[in-house]
Each structure stands twice: as structure tokens, then as C-alpha cells.
């Protein structure tokens, strides 16, 4: 359980190494959109690159030629996937998800809180760590398609119109 074997230290340090150099170099050639986190499909892929080179690393199974094909293949697929979504809306809309207004000018909007099952507290955490000490600092709580919460403390200029309508007329400025 505590032990390796020459063999073993001489198969991780060497894939291991060759694995890490390959990773940066597909990396630098697919450019800086491959490891965005701008939303949930983002986060995936980032997940799936580091368990496909955590598996290069520690299986025996998997030779360091099948391992660096399983690492070109995510990121051509996010490559893809993002070629075609910046070019065709409607691909965009079925991948990715939209923001979602959830506190605007001191109203709390339950309905958008309850589909996105976001908490008070959560959105009260959210302020704190952007170290904001009450409420009546805040215009607007996003929900953002990463799933971070964004603060708003300024004036509410082109940025919201953007979440799809979903301000409450009864609340938009003007």
C-alpha cells in the first residue's frame, strides 16, 4: 500500500512528465477559450482533462499514446462545441444557459431564486465576499451562466437588459 516499485516511479515520472508537456502544448495550440470557465459545459471539460491525465498518470492500462488521444479528443470536442456556438444562437441556447436576475434594487425575486435554487443566505454570502457590508449597497445580484453569483453596486446601465427580458417591469429604471 506504501510502497512503489523502481518500475512503477520510472513509468509515472516519465508519462508523467511527457503527459504534462503534451497537456500545455495542446493547451497553447487550442488557445485560451479551453479552460474558460464561463459556464457549466466549461467546467466539464476542465473536470474531464484533469481525470484524463490523472488516469495517464496512474493506470497501467492505459498506454501514454491512448492517453494523449483521450486529452486531443476533449479538446477538440470544446473546440467544436464552441466554434459552432459562437456562429449558430440556437446551438448556443441548447448548450449553455442563460443569467438569471435574481435580486434587483432591494427586492429579492423569490420565483427566480426557487428555479435556480438559490438561497437569501447564498446570495447574502455572495455580498460578503465581495466585501460588501449591507444590501443597500447592492442594485443587482446575477446569477451568471458559470454559476457565480455577480454583484452589481453601480448604476444598472446595458448589462441587464441582456438577461433575456426577465427584469420585473415594475423594478427597471427609466
Known sequence: MFSITIESFIRITTVGFLAYISLIIFLRI?????????????????????????????????????????LTLLILMQFIMTFIAVRFEKFNKLIK?????????????ERAMKKER????????????????????????????????SIIKGELEDTLPELGGKMPTSKRSG
Do not use: C, H, M
Not at 444557459?97 to 425575486?109: D, K
Not at 447564498?122 to 446575477?142: C, D, M, P, S
Open 118 to 149: 438559490i438561497s437569501k443566505n447564498e446570495i447574502l454570502q455572495a455580498v460578503r465576499n465581495k466585501g460588501i457590508g449591507g444590501l443597500e449597497e447592492v442594485k443587482a445580484v446575477v446569477l451568471e451562466t458559470d454559476g457565480s453569483l
Open 30 to 70: 487550442s488557445g485560451k477559450r479551453t479552460l474558460t470557465k464561463l459556464n457549466a459545459f466549461d467546467l466539464v471539460i476542465t473536470v474531464a482533462l484533469g481525470s484524463t491525465l490523472s488516469t495517464i498518470l496512474l493506470s497501467k492500462d492505459v498506454s501514454l499514446l491512448e492517453g494523449l488521444t483521450a
Open 97 to 109: 444557459s442563460e443569467p438569471r436576475l435574481l435580486y434587483l434594487r432591494g427586492e429579492f425575486l
